[in-house]
């Protein structure tokens, strides 16, 4: 048998500036984690370049690499990636233990501070809700002043007030000078950025700037849709045979 060989990325050509608020769209499998990745740090490109900060990162050792990924680099995650058996504060702390000889947990709680959670610092994740979860996440992502944090589909598994909540909080990490790159499935999250980029079969097949005109017609019609939505569910709901049974017609 032999090895079939994926392209999950294929003749990407991109700069980001310093700065930027990028969103990424695209079917599942167009390659969107694999790009992030690979901008992060994570994993390098079996070919071709990356620079980063004027740096040729794709040429650096694992451990180099590493260095520049815990300095530089924040990650958000769907899952959001908590040990669950500790604090906020001390999830948060854990990236300093790898950058730092020595720190203090006011670096972490600083973090905390920023994204709103100061007064759960004391608490474990099975006693937070999801989205405050996630913002211990980003703390934690934060809590080395990374110049680029990248989220793969951070609210993935939160519903649409808590979306908002955390979408808040990159746009505010955005202002204080943070580069992001938000991965997402929805049109009305990808239109809060600036640059929206789309993926399809491991290429970039747009890349576009968001302005207030573009964003103001895509939450439009994002609305719409949801209303349409909502509006077949309630009449399929109605002519259900279950239904016709409950309401005894
Ligand atoms: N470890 C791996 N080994 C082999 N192929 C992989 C691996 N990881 C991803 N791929 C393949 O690379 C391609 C891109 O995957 P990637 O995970 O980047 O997609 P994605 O856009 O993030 O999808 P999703 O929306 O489902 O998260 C897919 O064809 C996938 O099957
Ligand atoms: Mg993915």
Redesign the pocket.
């Known amino acids: 048998m032999g090895e079939s060989v ?1 392209h ?1 990325l294929d003749g990407v050509d991109l700069t980001i500036e310093e700065g930027e608020f990028i969103s990424i769209t ?10 992030m990745h690979i901008l992060g740090c994570l994993d390098r490109p079996s070919s071709g370049v990356l620079e980063f900060q004027g740096q040729v990162v794709s040429a650096m050792s694992e451990k180099q690499l590493a260095r520049t990924r815990n300095r530089h680099v924040g990650f958000v995650f769907q899952t959001f990636n908590l040990i669950n058996r500790t604090t906020a504060l001390d999830n948060v702390c854990v990236p300093l233990m790898y950058t730092r000889q020595s720190f203090s947990r006011a670096t972490a709680r600083k973090a905390l501070t920023r994204v709103g959670l100061e007064q759960r610092a004391t608490h474990k994740p099975s006693e937070m809700s999801g989205g405050e979860c996630q913002r211990v996440a980003i703390a934690r992502a934060i809590v080395n002043n990374p110049s680029l944090l990248l989220a ?2 951070p609210t993935g598994n939160l519903d649409s007030r808590t979306t908002g909540q955390i979408i808040q909080t990159f746009h505010e990490l955005h202002a204080g000078g943070i580069t992001i790159l938000l ?1 997402t ?1 929805e049109m009305d999250i990808a239109v809060q950025a600036d640059r929206m980029i789309h ?1 399809r079969d ?1 290429q970039v097949v747009e890349d576009v700037v968001v302005d207030d005109t573009r964003r103001a017609e895509v939450l439009a019609l994002t609305r719409d849709t949801q209303k349409r939505i909502a509006r077949q569910r309630g009449l399929s709901k109605k002519e259900s045979p279950s239904a016709r049974l409950a309401s005894g017609a």
């Open positions: 994926v999950a695209g079917a599942s499998g167009s390659g969107k984690s694999t790009l793969d589909e991965v499935h993926m491991g």
